[in-house]
């Protein structure tokens, strides 16, 4: 495996580029689990509003990136874009570190992309969700 470079941080663009990818792929996986769910229930629509159609969903994403945190640091689309997540000391994440950066990445959308901008003035280029979580994204070498 390649091992990240702690002091080599992903610029905000890499990171944007592999966010979209994993959007698209996570809209997949989320959209594989309504079509599933649809199936379980003989073909019954899901109520909008329906809570617990939110928590599944939430639910899911969090098993899709932590599963990907926890295994490798890499999602796809930071495997794409030669990046991995590791702690502030170049650790793996554990599953407790990917809960608090799951959570942390909320923050991305409060005011929104102001969590991301902030990698522009961060002399780490760490985003609010990297310090809060105590993790990082850097760039693998070629």
């Known amino acids: ?4 470079d702690a002091n080599y941080p992903a610029s905000l663009w890499r990171r944007l580029a592999a966010i979209a990818y994993d959007w698209l792929l996570l809209a997949s ?5 309504t079509f599933a769910l649809i199936l379980l229930r003989g073909g019954a629509a ?8 939110g928590v599944l969903l939430i639910a ?15 999602t796809l689309g930071l495997r794409a874009w030669k990046l991995r997540v590791v702690t502030a000391d170049g650790d ?3 599953w407790p570190d990917a ?17 991301l901008i902030w ?18 994204v850097v760039r693998l070498p070629e």
């Open 29 to 33: 996986v989320l959209f594989a689990t």
């Open 99 to 115: 809960a608090r950066r799951f959570v942390a990445s909320a923050i991305l959308f409060l005011p929104p992309g102001l969590g």
């Open 46 to 53: 899901i109520e909008p509003g329906t809570w617990w159609y």
């Open 60 to 74: 899911v994403a969090f098993l899709f990136y932590g599963w990907c945190w926890t295994h490798g640091g890499q």
């Open 119 to 136: 990698s522009l003035l961060d002399s780490q280029r760490r985003c609010w969700h990297d310090r809060l979580s105590r993790s990082q």
């Open 92 to 94: 793996p994440l554990s």
């Open 1 to 4: 495996m390649t091992q990240p």
